[in-house]
């Protein structure tokens, strides 16, 4: 199973076995991650399991289609690599991928 | 001291709750008991993606068995609360166990309205509010079954779109000369009843179910007018109502929902209650709303949680609402009565536009359809009482939150 790390926000790194064809909403809320709280169950409505993915990490996942773009555009301190979680499926190209948990959602 | 808290309802409050009441420190004992036999778990795919068997029965649940486990949740499943005793502080089960507490937080939901026009007891009549509803449904999929959809609302109108994607000629049946009428604007039913006719749903507005007949189970449905329409599937969507009983018969005032303050309190000072079966103030809109929604059960849970340990919290949030139909999204956010204008951001044959409600330059509500950025800058300025510019509103080249 890739391995994905989760940086929590209060610093805690948490280093977590997902399986293959689920969320990486899925993976953080299923294992207790700090932070994604997912609140619309990953129907993208909600914005909150945005997470800050490591720049590096971007061109592996799935493309940031136009609703999710709108939806980030107004989460908490969106930056040039911020996700919805609940919209990147996990791959065997993601593992090592890098997450960090924002302070608060919306 | 509060050593025992006891949650009813294993729906999106009651989950969140336990979730809440662990992560902020209750180390007491903690019970949350649902009538359903699986772990608590997400609503909004059953009419969607678990209708059509995209989504497996294990992305359903919101927490693995571990979580409970390991977090000390004793998870009562199969079990019905059938008599509360205030008095006692005490709640009875169907088997007869008696389960003592100090707190209790009642989520009892909310229970499908049914039909009560003849034939309506016939086998193949469907409801859809829980994991067990699925499967008879699912049994009738099959390419070119007659499905027909009472109801033109939000279940109605989802599991319309789910049905066409699995090979089911559907027909809709709504009573009201629109869909989906008491929730959103006419442009915005208009654009739905067109995506509807377009993907080749046969709607059919302004026409009242009168009897259901068949030999046994459901073949036919006769509206008003006459008309018959053959049926393979039933498929009811006519509204819920909440859920009460437990409540009412133990003398908690109920009015449409359990009657519940900012706190969540009901007329029971050890008692809350939390979700679609509650009657709550909105402190944003200044009166009393029973809403069916994730968002509330998810916040008033997180409340309730709260203040039953003693931490006082209001519960003062705008709600939000979405469907999904075919690859459209409708986001919707605020309450729109009241309204004196309204403004048309876009056009809805770009399939992308949004209706915002305004009185005076106040945003009440927005119905965003595949338009995220006006519904999530909406839930910013509705919140915040964000006077508007209603001339730059009207031009969709304008950012919502610029058109200030």
């Known amino acids: 199973m890739p391995k994905i790390v989760f940086n929590e926000p209060d610093g805690r790194r948490r280093e977590i076995d997902a399986p293959i064809g689920v969320t ?32 590096s990490w971007l061109p592996k996942l799935d493309p940031c289609e136009e609703m999710e773009e709108g939806m980030l555009e107004n989460a908490w301190e969106p930056r040039a690599n911020s996700r919805l979680s609940c919209q990147i499926h996990i791959t065997a190209d993601l593992d090592g991928l890098q997450v960090t948990v924002p302070q608060r959602q919306g | 001291m509060i050593s025992t808290i006891l949650i009813i309802g294993g729906g999106q409050a009651g989950a969140q709750a336990v979730d809440t009441l662990r992560r902020e420190g209750f180390g007491g004992r903690l019970v949350l008991i649902s009538e359903e036999n699986e772990l608590p778990y997400q609503r909004p795919p059953l009419s969607k993606k678990f209708l059509s068997r995209e989504l497996g029965v294990d992305r359903l649940p919101f927490r693995h068995q571990s979580f409970y486990d390991e977090h000390r949740i004793d998870l009562k499943l199969g079990a019905r609360a059938v008599r509360l005793d205030p008095a006692a502080h005490q709640v009875e089960l169907a088997d007869g166990e008696m389960l003592n507490y100090d707190r209790l937080l009642l ?32 049994a009738g999929f099959r390419p070119g079954a007659r499905a027909l959809i009472i109801g033109g609302g939000y279940i ?11 090979g089911c000629e559907v027909t809709v049946l709504e009573m009201a000369d629109r869909v989906m009428n008491r929730v ?25 179910v009168v009897r259901l007949e068949g030999q046994g189970k459901v073949e036919r449905v006769v509206c008003a007018d006459g008309t018959s329409h053959t049926a393979d599937l039933v ?52 009166r009393r709303v029973r809403l069916e929604s994730v ?3 998810y916040e008033q849970a997180k409340t309730a949680a709260l ?15 979405w469907s999904d139909q075919y690859d459209n999204k409708l986001l919707i956010v605020g309450l729109s009565q009241d309204y004196d204008s309204q403004v048309l951001r876009g056009d809805p044959a770009t399939r992308s ?48 939150k610029e058109a200030v």
């Open chain 1, 24 to 55: 990486l909403m899925e993976v953080a809320r299923q294992n207790d991650v700090d932070g994604v709280v997912a609140e619309c169950g990953g129907a993208c409505a909600c914005a909150t399991c945005h997470v800050y993915i490591e720049p």
């Open chain 2, 107 to 138: 989520c009892l939901g909310a229970t499908s309205r049914r039909l009560t026009c003849p034939g309506a007891e016939l086998a193949g009549v469907h409801y859809l509010r829980g994991i067990a509803d699925v499967a008879p449904i699912q």
């Open chain 2, 156 to 166: 109605g109108l989802e599991t319309a779109a789910t049905c066409r994607k699995m």
């Open chain 2, 184 to 208: 959103v604007a006419p442009s915005v039913s208009q654009f739905f009843a067109l995506e509807h006719r377009t993907q080749g749903v046969n709607l059919i507005c302004d026409t009242r």
């Open chain 2, 235 to 286: 498929i009811v969507g006519v509204g819920a109502v909440a859920t009460t009983e437990l409540a009412n018969d133990a003398g908690l005032a109920c009015d449409n929902g359990i009657v519940v303050d900012e706190y969540c309190r009901t007329s029971d000072a050890a008692i809350y209650a939390a979700g679609d079966c509650t009657n709550h103030p909105s402190l944003r809109f200044g």
């Open chain 2, 295 to 297: 968002d509330n059960a």
């Open chain 2, 307 to 321: 203040n039953m340990l003693e931490r006082p919290t209001t519960h003062d949030r705008v709600p939000w609402f």
């Open chain 2, 353 to 400: 536009f949004s209706v915002c409600y305004l009185k005076g330059r106040e945003l009440l509500a927005v119905e965003a359809v595949n338009h995220s950025k006006d519904y999530m800058a909406a839930r910013k300025l509705i919140a915040e009482r964000t006077p508007l510019n209603v001339e730059k509103m009207a031009d969709p080249q304008i950012g919502l």
